[in-house]
Structures are given as C-alpha cells and as structure tokens.
T-cell receptor, first 112, second 114 residues
Framework: AQSVTQLDSQVPVFEEAPVELRCNYSSSVSVYLFWYVQYPNQGLQLLLKYLSGSTLVKGINGFEAEFNKSQTSFHLRKPSVHISDTAEYFC??????????FGTGTRLQVFP | NAGVTQTPKFQVLKTGQSMTLQCAQDMNHNSMYWYRQDPGMGLRLIYYSASEGTTDKGEVPNGYNVSRLNKREFSLRLESAAPSQTSVYFCASSEGGLANYEQYFGPGTRLTVT
C-alpha cells in the first residue's frame, strides 16, 4: 500500500537557525507532492507543491523542498526560521489519483 | 470570498446520537473532501466527491455517510456517534478531480463523543 512517512513527530529549533523536515514516500511512480502547514486551531494551507519540472520547489514564507526520485523523498527546508513558523507541517502525496495521502505531521517549535 | 466554511465549530454528542456536519465552498470547485484529524495520525480521508452527483469512500468511511447536495455543499452525517469518532473534522475542496490541484481547507469542527 502507498504510504507517506514523516519520521520526526517534533522538531525543536532556535530562531534564525536552519531547519529540515523530512518526508519519504513509498513509490516514485507518477507522484504529485505537497507540503501543507497548519497553524494552531486553523485548517491546513498549502506551502508548496511539486507536479513536474524542476526538482527544487520554492513556496511561501521562504520554504523550499527538493524532490529526490531515487530516494523517494521530498524534504522541506528553510534557511532561517522565525517564531511565526511554529506550526504543524504535513507532507502529502498523490499517485496520479483523485486522493491525497497525508503523513502524520511534524510539529515545528521555534524558540527565541 | 469566504472560501470553505464549516458548521458547527464545536459539538459534544452522547454515544448513539446523530448529527450532520455542514460544509460549503464558494470557489466553484468540482471536488470536495471530508477528513478527520487525530493526534499522531495526520489526516485521513473519510469520503470525497470528485464532482457533483458522485461520492466515494476514502480510507476510514465506516460510521459515516455523506451527501453532495449541490456543487457548493457537501455534508457529513454520523448516524450513531461513538467515542471513537471524537476527532477534528476538516472539509476541503479543490478545482479538479485529480489530486494535483491544491486543496483548500475549512477551519474544522471539533467533535467530542462522550
């Protein structure tokens, strides 16, 4: 069965430090890849997506992610985080279907 | 544009009671989705509607029914609530049938079943 794995349930980091949130998925065949962010007590909103083309994708709020087909990964990065980036981040994958499979989420906690 | 709206925001039910969660979108989207979010489990798809007049089961459909009332509205019904259905429920919509389109989420309904 297709699956999405976010190994880190929580990532603590100090403000202005770089961060990487990891996402791996089960198969590279015809995938569409997404990162969503959920701020406290809100719904999810799209950070960025990879459909095709350049493997480095830039999103909102200074985030970027790289599609690595051989490693079946789509890790999210930001070179310098802010307190306001504290949120839960979800990786989601579609295998060319009408459904998204979400990972279990990574809670990013940014400390001053 | 209000985007995706959900009612109610909070609800407490007793075991065995029924209720309907309402969802509406004003973006003229074709596809709509219902998810539940539980700690440590991410979002799991309950039901979805790829277009008006169609509905399909997702990963966790047991205990739920849905109605795509028209293009704007997609409701989720719990016929006989159970404590295992305590969760946060999100409705989402997207432009197209394939999941390469961005999904837009509502603010959620926090449901507690005692």
């Amino acid at each position: 069965a297709q699956s999405v794995t976010q190994l880190d349930s929580q990532v603590p980091v100090f403000e202005e430090a770089p961060v990487e949130l990891r996402c791996n998925y089960s198969s590279s065949v015809s995938v569409y890849l997404f990162w969503y962010v959920q701020y406290p007590n809100q719904g999810l909103q799209l950070l960025l997506k990879y459909l095709s083309g350049s493997t480095l994708v830039k999103g909102i709020n200074g985030f970027e992610a790289e599609f690595n087909k051989s490693q079946t990964s789509f890790h999210l990065r930001k070179p310098s985080v802010h307190i306001s980036d504290t949120a839960e981040y979800f990786c989601a994958v579609s295998w060319n279907t009408d459904k998204l499979i979400f990972g279990t989420g990574t809670r990013l906690q940014v400390f001053p | 544009n209000a985007g995706v709206t959900q009612t109610p925001k909070f609800q407490v039910l007793k075991t065995g009671q029924s209720m309907t969660l309402q969802c509406a979108q004003d973006m003229n989207h074709n596809s709509m989705y219902w998810y539940r979010q539980d700690p440590g489990m991410g979002l799991r798809l309950i039901y979805y509607s790829a277009s008006e007049g169609t509905t399909d089961k997702g990963e966790v459909p047991n205990g739920y029914n849905v109605s795509r009332l028209n293009k704007r509205e997609f409701s989720l019904r719990l016929e006989s609530a159970a404590p295992s259905q305590t969760s946060v429920y999100f409705c989402a919509s997207s432009e197209g049938g394939l999941a390469n389109y961005e999904q837009y989420f509502g603010p959620g309904t926090r449901l507690t079943v005692t």
